[in-house]
């Protein structure tokens, strides 16, 4: 039978692109390492790395970003940790098999890597603060888990003689706890982590403080908000590390930051705008939880008021629907009133796969977040506003401006790297 | 039987904001005048300054354009011409009637205003041109038209004693001429002129020549291409009289010229960006025309080159659907490729009425117009780029960027008069 | 002003339908007959006989419904009862104010008669049940409540010697009782009425007693589902009363019951049938309350299940949506499977507005409970299942099948009054 | 690496499920047997008997059509002609390439088989009639190549010992002659034949000439018409053989005739049904020729007057779209009118996988062609009117009526059956 073209000889071109002497310079450890975009971000950073795919959905691919000494992708060694759950390999077939994205051939190509892959996950046990009902007793204590953590990365990184280690939190919405830490100081949250508060710190928070702890920077992809902790930000400016974060900006939100200063700029004025979510993933199962979801709403529901400088009547609705698996399915109804008053509408249907859609963006933020340490900057990385839905250090909402932001920063650095070799 | 809040007063209401002291400092002469736009833009200014409907639709009510010192509504007098047609009050109220967009009682207290304006609307016999087949003798001399016209701009001037007069074209789009003038000077244009080349000169040629030799600002708002006229660009510049256009900017364009660029900062790849207009008024009639179709095409496929730096597969349909009315429905399907060269679809839906859509702009149009020219300014007005689908002096089509223009020049003014102010 | 066509002449064309001589030989006696799809079926009713408007939207003007001696809607008396809310007039010029449906015109000339009805109608205070915390001694014992109810409905009938009275519930969706009545005869009914227990018995339940006890049919055009109550139905028989309900079919749910058929016939395996409604009516105010949107659901959730004879993952969404007023917005996400198990999707959008919907329908009923009563039928009217989403009687719910019942109902009549002329 | 369930076992499972001793009854020979339709046919007819996937898309899956006797999927050999174009085995793996609809190791499970079935492929020179330009020499003449077509049919009914053979006609839509065949008698017809009148008869009236000569029933799946051509009509009855035709309904002309009653029921006048097609297969590219395109636009125009008693305006458009392969996107926009005029709107979007949607209904026809031809049933198949958008002797286009037929078919065939076991 004849091959789709070069579907047989990409286990040589995967085997060419891995050549052994590479130095892995960078390290990417993933809290959640075996879910779905994690598994994404390895195939297609692997595929892409191999010429078997284009650069399609990489922002760092093209210039200006693609002219700053960002880490080559193939320079990247992937771990990290994961409660239980399927192996990566597995992972990564059920994709295929939930929702044909990725090529079985190249799964198939990728398969010992990501089981090579496995020997650098930490297999933690699910602890009880993600679960609810457990008594204290059952699960370990908050500042051996995050000591466990610390050991793991060091591990990792000299293991692979890494230069550096970008450590990513890819786990699923957890609950926002009831109330706030007392006191908002690195010291205030150490003794919280020594009094073991489960009910105060999650486990986002966790990662987050073994992270910076490590000197590594932090990327923060969920709505989890440890990246708004004060001790954690002061914890990063007192290590001097770069961070970001929160809530990966990969649909329907992307859209209404691109879209809504068209109703601006012409003043329209938006009556409503009412947003429906339907999705099948684990990502979907998790938000069926009402607390769950309040985390995820929070940073949807407040872009519009900052765009358009008043709030619509916007709801935002998440319904699980598993036949959908990772195929996100988004459908918007925008009211608007124009000259006259007159009422008139828009509505859009987004259909895109959501794995799919967040794995470059995390390719991009760790060749950034890499990149950002190296030059020794630290704090929020501003310049990485429009790949989140709550951008860290950022007001602004807009997707255009916020893309500007990190055209500007790339514009400053290629400019200091020309005027260097200008008096070289 | 009670009456909706406020729609038994409109009538006083109305007669309270036409004070006769009111000096009408500007005029709007419209080559189109009896059509759907132009009825829309007459009762939209005459409600607004009379309070009696919100702002909305208006990008000059906004800061920072609210804060230049433009042309105020209710100091704008209409007049113009069309080619028979019906009365503008008959085109109000078919507006009501077809597309229920304009408030009966709102139509009935502006009548007399309607009928008024007839009194300065030049009846134009329609031109072999514009139908085709009539042969040469049955139609006036293309100086004679351009004489009249003049003839009729100035006498509309001193009757109301305008300090200026801006004219704009609101006709339907034509077809392009089979063939170029012969050179680019204003004196081949001339020359053409004289020679009665009807093969070569559209009306809207004759309307922006007029215009121009009675040193009146220009805004072309169809997509008939005149300002791009070698001779009519040098007839600006000698005059020192600025003009804008092509084409206004207000449904699918205009959302695609919104948001292309997302597709661009992701190196999300689009393959195809399939658009479908229904449409129902006499424009849906014109375009029915195949070559009348071209003229408008042209503006609506280029934008996303410019924007992606590449050229989808892009198919613009246009599709008379009478019942519509002024109800222009656009579809669009895009669809685009990711991370692993995964294809994903977007797809939406544009229900706006056209002259609801049109009307505002043509309305910001004529206070910047006559703002630049109270200024000095003279040629292509490059700061209302984001009103028009191929706007004359500006390559950008990125809405965004183009709105840009007008901030910038409307910072530029404002900090100039707070500098005099201040030196003052 | 021009009038666009006969609007100006539509109070005397009026006042020619209304003739003092006519025999209003039928009342039409309604439950909330000062809300929304009472107005529109009042004004639409008249208007519709003065030859104002079309016939569209009316199933009985249709062939062979047209063909059976149905009262003519102008021998309609309507008369009823509402819990305070503004005045029919009001109710009417709002319904234009808000959703531009009813034409201004048309609304004016019918005030006059909108106010006249005004003295057909009770206004019942507000009861307990209906508003959840009043102590039992702030409201009215039920068999009070029966007794004014019937009371009036008699008072109605003599004042206009009306043949017949057909009583129509109109209300709002109410909670369902917190549990069912103890014991399922009418006897039990009149002893809960008689202790009052207005935790078991509903508002509906009390006018679908009162309407039954003055032998008036009875259409529950709500989703209360009062006719499913024993007792209500043993009162029926008893009395010979034709009724029907619940829940008028206007809008995705009439699309499902159409649709659902297709996917059934060619083996096309739904997965998931996802639907969305947005709307900004009372009907969606009051739908937000859990309870009673509990009552909505129920219906709208077991179509699927009986045309696809298997339940594919179903949810419904209800939002409410101020600014869309009685424009009802749904978005219907279909995800099935065919050949090779492939997945594909379907998705679908209604803009239709409520009462324009319902309106006709309660008068389609009107006319054939009118008709069944006379043609001494009883009992649930089977014939009439394509109008509800929960048709008593009948468990068929595909609406083509559905439809063919009413054909045949009325293939018979026609037979059986051709046989008699036959004999004659 | 783990494999997605039961996929390593494949290959076995389908070599079980072909048993040499199987007897192939029936074989299908299928003109254009190389393209989409009748790859994805094969794989899905194959796949199906060795259980790897499910019933879905199968008519004849379901009751009461599953207790008829029809010829058992896994008893079907195929075999036909194409005009060159890719081998069957390519074809299938660009099905995969192109639209992900086939799973990979399924196709690799089955191209032995396609491999071999290409034995049976006789592969026919493009003739001059389908391409246009070539002069008369350059092609064979019609009685020679329907000489070879038949003697073909013949020899792959002898190989395989076939009881019996269904041609069935998948090729594209071709264009309409120009003229009519001068008289309408099987004789006319063939002295056009042996006159060589290629301006008159098409490569369709060719297969189906020589599929009656050779007394197998035939199906005409595309919209070429050639079981209208009167000569073929009375070839069919004089020959007692069974046929259908024309045009399978598969995606949006599917919807139409579902939908439209909806609307005929409740008297919802519909004004305008405007239908957008996107595609990007073979049969999309064939349809940007004018002639060929007018062929299919022509039964997706009619059904509509005949669902709804008139004609509303009805635009078809269809556009060829590359990039979308197979998946065939279409939108449709509803405009409609009811109560008190009031003009409302339904839109849906459609995507389907087209030879998905397709090749299950030829399967159907060949099971049922199969089973009319042993019942000793001849001329049109009215029971499958459903398959068809312009189906042969029957008016009716709503497909629910159209189903009806199906079904009184097989209950009629279920009772004598039941009555001869009755009686035996």
């Known amino acids: 039978m004849p091959e789709p073209d070069g579907l047989s000889s990409y286990r040589e071109r995967l085997e060419m692109s ?28 692997w595929a892409r790395a191999a010429g078997l795919v284009s650069d399609a959905g990489l922002t760092t691919a093209m210039p200006p970003l693609s002219d700053l ?70 699960s370990a204590r908050l500042k051996d888990v995050i000591s466990v953590v610390r050991t793991h990365i060091r591990a990792f990184k000299e293991r692979h003689r890494l230069e550096r280690v970008i450590v990513v939190n890819l ?118 939880q009402p607390r769950n979801r309040e985390t995820k709403l929070r940073h949807k529901e407040n872009v519009l008021e900052n765009i358009l400088g008043y709030q619509p009547h916007a709801g935002v609705t998440i319904n699980y629907v598993p036949s959908l698996g990772d ?20 509505q859009f249907t987004w259909q895109g796969c959501d794995s799919i859609l967040a794995a470059p963006l995390v390719l991009d933020l760790i060749r950034l977040a890499d990149f950002a340490h190296r030059k020794g900057e630290y704090g929020p990385m501003r310049q990485v506003a429009a790949f989140f839905k709550d951008p860290q250090g950022v007001e602004e909402m807009d997707l255009h401006r916020q893309y500007g932001l990190l055209l500007d920063y790339a514009a400053r650095h290629l400019t200091r790297s020309s005027e260097k070799q200008g008096t070289a």
Not at 19 to 43: C, N
Not at 174 to 189: E, H, K, R, Y
């Open 171 to 288: 786990t699923s919405a957890q609950p926002v706890p009831a109330s706030p830490l007392p006191g908002d100081t690195l010291g205030d949250l150490e003794q919280a982590i020594e009094d073991n508060r489960r009910d105060l710190i999650t486990s986002s928070i966790c990662y987050a403080y073994a992270a910076l702890s490590e000197s590594c920077p932090y990327v923060n992809f969920t709505p989890n908000e440890e990246t708004k902790c004060p001790g954690i930000v002061e914890l990063a400016e007192l290590r001097r590390i770069p961070f970001c974060g929160d809530d990966g900006k990969t649909g329907e939100t992307l859209i209404k930051t691109a879209l809504a200063h068209m109703f601006a700029y012409r003043n329209l004025q938006v009556l409503s705008w009412e947003g429906v979510n339907l999705l099948g993933n684990n990502d979907g199962k998790t938000l069926q």
């Open 18 to 45: 891995f050549k052994p002497e590479t130095t892995h310079r960078t390290g990417a450890w993933i809290a959640g390492v075996r879910g779905d975009i994690a598994a994404t971000l390895m195939v297609g950073t």
């Open 327 to 346: 195929w996100k399915t988004a459908w918007d109804l925008i009211h608007f009133r124009g000259f006259l008053d007159v009422p008139m509408t828009m």
């Open 69 to 138: 000494s960002l880490v080559r992708p193939d320079n990247i060694r992937f771990g990290g940790l994961d409660i239980g759950g399927a192996r990566l390999a597995e992972t990564a077939a059920s994709l295929y098999k939930r929702s044909r994205t990725i090529d079985r051939d190249l799964l198939k190509a990728m398969s010992d890597r990501l089981v090579e892959t496995e020997k650098d996950v930490l297999d933690l046990p699910e602890m009880a603060w993600d679960s609810g009902g457990k008594s204290e007793s059952d």
